[in-house]
């Protein structure tokens, strides 16, 4: 499975960009995609993550309400819509893409065996 990030760059605080992830290597349907972070000098953390067979969401306190995550199985890509962005949402975002997810997996970065790249989100006052 081949995992592909983009739509990162600069922004100023209150604004807003919109993550793509597309994946391949068999049916995008059958992935289970989430987003997580890592700012400079912290570990990574989880931010938002989907289900594929109920689109089920889960989100970190931090982002509800802020951030939106949606797939288009059309076009096998994931969207992450992040509003309202603040100084400490400034990290490298990345990807990650597992089969079968549970609620209880969901936010657990060791369950999810593929990855992207990752893509650099900075946001200045």
């Known amino acids: 499975v081949q995992v592909v990030e983009s739509g990162g760059g600069l922004v100023q605080a209150g604004g807003s960009l919109r993550l793509s992830c597309a994946a391949s290597?068999?049916?995008?349907?059958?992935?289970?995609m989430g987003w997580f972070r890592q700012a400079p000098g912290g570990e990574r953390e989880f931010v938002a993550a989907?289900?594929?067979?109920?689109?089920?969401?889960s989100y970190v306190d931090s982002v509800k309400g802020r951030f939106t995550i949606s797939r288009v199985n059309a076009k096998n890509t994931e969207y992450l819509q992040m509003n309202s962005l603040k100084l400490e949402d400034t990290a490298v975002y990345y990807c990650?893409?597992?089969?079968?997810?549970?609620?209880?997996?969901?936010?657990?970065?060791?369950?999810?065996?593929?990855w992207g790249q990752g893509t650099q989100v900075t946001v200045s006052s």
């Open positions: 990650a893409v597992k089969i079968n997810t549970s609620i209880a997996t969901m936010r657990n970065a060791d369950t999810y065996p593929y």
């Open positions: 290597g068999r049916p995008f349907s059958s992935y289970d």
């Open positions: 989907i289900r594929w067979s109920d689109g089920y969401t």
